[in-house]
């Protein structure tokens, strides 16, 4: 009989794996009714009860985030008087959950590992259909079923279970990142065949995310000098074939143009309600409400587009729209976790955990200039992956990092760190 300590653990794992594989299952629906919930809405639910059970060992950090979390909605809902209730109801439930269970798989190898791995089985199963998305088709192979999300048909193109082409291809350059810090050839392979399918999106996440994602990779305390090379290399020869076969004949005809001019203008349309002195936002789920603006900024700028923007194309800038200062506060809190956690000592001895760090990095560049769905669970990675990566026992002084840790730093850097 395994003691409550081993259970909560092996349940913790268990739903890390779960956790790992749905991240990539966004657009498809379960129990479909007015507000049709995906699998990651009820695998967070099924949580609750171990998120619970692990409360009184969860990080001070993420307890930091979670009160913070929950005091920007509810005094965006109290002071603005235009809230959703489901946007509230999400905010609430499943992304206070998400965000409870998301730091306390940091905080333990088996966790780590086991969330790791079904986010690589996930990874390579959505690279597939995709590439049958390709091959056949996708109209005749769509199998999203989440009305949450708007759909338009992608002919030509491949979404697999995501609810739009970037949000695929974003998810494939983190999987390809994550891929080239493994020390496998497998590992490595896998990484070219994300990279592959991700250049075949035509997606324009490729240049926005993929130049600082890299460079940071690179700086990452402890990364091999060949995966970077192997990486940069792979990259770049991805972005060359993207650019020459896709994306020039979108720049020639204005196409990109106009695209890249209706994102710019709904993100800065984003920043309206705190320009004109709304402090707490326009409310919650009042998304949409961000058009007005958006036209304001056109205007002003110069900018030309033909499509309307129905909402922010970016997760990050939708919360200081619906939200305000306090959802700022809650970023700037993130950030300084973010930032403790990149800088961290111990991090560099341990191969899960400086992936969950770039996961936590692409999640923070997808959610400022990509995906303003704030279903996307991946969007919220950043504010709790740091939180419990801190918690894992490593800190930047030598005397702090865990006896483990510590075993495996080289006799001369242990001494020389203690000097210090």
Known sequence: MPSPEALRLRC????????????????????????????????????????????????????????????STLLSSAFTGATSLLALGHSALFATGALLLFAQICTRPLSRTAFLTGFGF???????????QFAFGADSLDFRSNTTFRLPPHTGRAFALFPEV??????????????????????????????????????????????????????????????????????ISVAAIFWLTFYAPRWENGAALRSGAMRLASVLGAFGPLA???????????????????????????????????????????????????????MITGGHFFLRAWHHDGLRFDAMQRSLLLLALGSLLSGGFVTGYRTIYTNWLWLAFPAGLLAAGYSPSARQITPQVRSKIPKSRRSEMSRK
């Open 122 to 132: 996930a990874a390579i199963a959505m690279t597939v259909l995709a590439l049958a």
């Open 276 to 330: 004109s002195g709304d402090w707490f936002g326009a409310g919650l789920g009042q998304n949409g409400a961000v058009t007005a603006h958006a036209y304001a900024i056109a205007s002003r700028l110069g900018l030309q587009f033909a499509q309307v923007p129905q909402g922010i194309n970016s997760h990050l800038a939708t919360r200081l729209f619906e939200e305000g200062l306090p959802a700022l506060f809650l």
């Open 12 to 71: 913790l794992a268990l739903w890390a794996f779960g956790a790992g594989i749905f991240l990539w299952l966004p657009a498809l629906a379960i129990l479909p009714a007015s507000f049709p919930l995906q699998p990651l809405d009820l695998w967070v639910l099924a949580g609750w009860p171990l998120a619970l059970w692990c409360l009184p060992l969860c990080p001070p950090a993420i307890l930091w985030i979670v009160a913070l979390h929950l005091s």
């Open 166 to 235: 970037s949000t695929l291809a974003t998810h494939l350059l983190l999987a390809a990142l994550i891929a080239f810090t493994i020390p496998h050839r497998a590992s490595w392979i896998a990484g070219f065949g994300f990279l592959a399918t991700h250049a075949l999106t035509q997606s324009t996440v490729a240049l926005l995310i993929a130049p600082p994602a890299l460079l940071a990779a690179g700086a990452l305390h402890g990364l091999d000098l060949r995966r970077i090379s192997a990486l940069g290399i792979a990259l």
